[in-house]
Structure formats: C-alpha cells, structure tokens
Nanobody, 119 residues
Framework: QVQLVESGGGLVQPGGSLRLSCAAS????????MGWYRQAPGKQRELVAVITSGGSTNYADSVKGRFTISRDNAKNTVYLQTNSLKPEDTAVYYC?????????????WGQGTQVTVSS
C-alpha cells in the first residue's frame, strides 16, 4: 500500500501563489509517476501536472507557464508551485502516485487539499 499526505492549500487572491506538497510512503516502486489532479465543483477530475521518477513532466495547457511540478526522489515528495493563480484554478487538488510495470499500473490518491482563488 501507498499513503499520500498533501499540504499547502489555502485561500489566495488572484495573481497570488501557493506551493503544494505531497509526501508518499509505503510500497513505492523506484520507477513511478507522481502528479497533481484537481476537481472543481460540478466538474470531472482533471490532470494538472505529472512528473516521472526520471524527471519528465507533462502539464495541462491551462497551467503551462504558471505552474511548476518538481520532486525529491530521496524524500518521495512531489511539489506543485502555482503562480499567477486565477479564480478558475479554484478546486480540490489531489496528489497521485502511479506504480506500474509492463502491462499493469495501480493508482494511489491523497485526501485532497482545497485551493481557493478569490478576492
């Protein structure tokens, strides 16, 4: 099993910044992908950004140039630096870790952290 603990959400004004963190523990494979997804009220959960254990990244078009994902493999921790926040970034942000191999994968999720962008 894998446990994910998120922190760093909160209330911020438009144009502000937040740094989200997610620490993983448990049965973590050396090759994995960690990332952030978000879900706004009435909408489906969507990918925000992911990063592989090798450092490759992928971002949603809506956050490119504003958000930066990074990770510390020694600490099994992933970070999401969010800048120039907009009201439409308001959502519950979920940390994800994907363990996988050839022909299989398993997803683990954190409990979510609320990000509210409002004046």
């Amino acid at each position: 099993q894998v446990q994910l603990v998120e922190s760093g959400g909160g209330l911020v004004q438009p144009g502000g910044s937040l740094r989200l963190s997610c620490a993983a523990s448990g049965s973590i494979l050396s090759i994995n992908t960690m990332g952030w997804y978000r879900q706004a009220p009435g909408k489906q959960r969507e990918l925000v950004a992911v990063i592989t254990s090798g450092g490759s990244t992928n971002y949603a078009d809506s956050v490119k140039g504003r958000f930066t994902i990074s990770r510390d493999n020694a600490k099994n921790t992933v970070y999401l630096q969010t800048n120039s926040l907009k009201p439409e970034d308001t959502a519950v942000y979920y940390c994800n870790l994907r363990n996988g191999g050839i022909g299989w994968f398993k997803d683990y999720w954190g409990q979510g952290t609320q990000v509210t962008v409002s004046s």
